[in-house]
Nanobody, 121 residues
Framework: QVQLVESGGGLVQAGGSLRLSCAASGSIFSINAMGWYRQAPGKQRELVAGITSGGSTNYADSVKGRFTISRDNTKNTVYLQMNSLKPEDTAVYYC???????????????WGQGTQVTVSP
């Protein structure tokens, strides 16, 4: 069984910073891509940032220059450093990983439970 456990969400004023963490645990064989998505009330879930196992990154245009994604492969953990936060960044942020387990060795999508980020004006 695989779990993605997020931490680091909360309430912050506009212009502030937060750092999200997501640790994958369980019978993991390998982790391919990892990333962060977000979903605001009444909106569809959208990709915020992604990172490959080799360290290549991509970002939504709305967060470029403000957010930085990174990962520690030794800890099966992905991070999202969010700076210069804006009220429109308010959403539930979900960790995502494409990984294979020891049992199946087949790549599947896994999601965390979500963590709330609220940015006040």
């Amino acid at each position: 069984q695989v779990q993605l456990v997020e931490s680091g969400g909360g309430l912050v004023q506009a212009g502030g910073s937060l750092r999200l963490s997501c640790a994958a645990s369980g019978s993991i064989f390998s982790i391919n891509a990892m990333g962060w998505y977000r979903q605001a009330p009444g909106k569809q879930r959208e990709l915020v940032a992604g990172i490959t196992s080799g360290g290549s990154t991509n970002y939504a245009d709305s967060v470029k220059g403000r957010f930085t994604i990174s990962r520690d492969n030794t800890k099966n953990t992905v991070y999202l450093q969010m700076n210069s936060l804006k009220p429109e960044d308010t959403a539930v942020y979900y960790c995502h990983a494409v990984l294979s387990t020891i049992r199946t060795m087949i790549l599947y999508d896994y999601w965390g439970q979500g963590t709330q980020v609220t940015v006040s004006p």
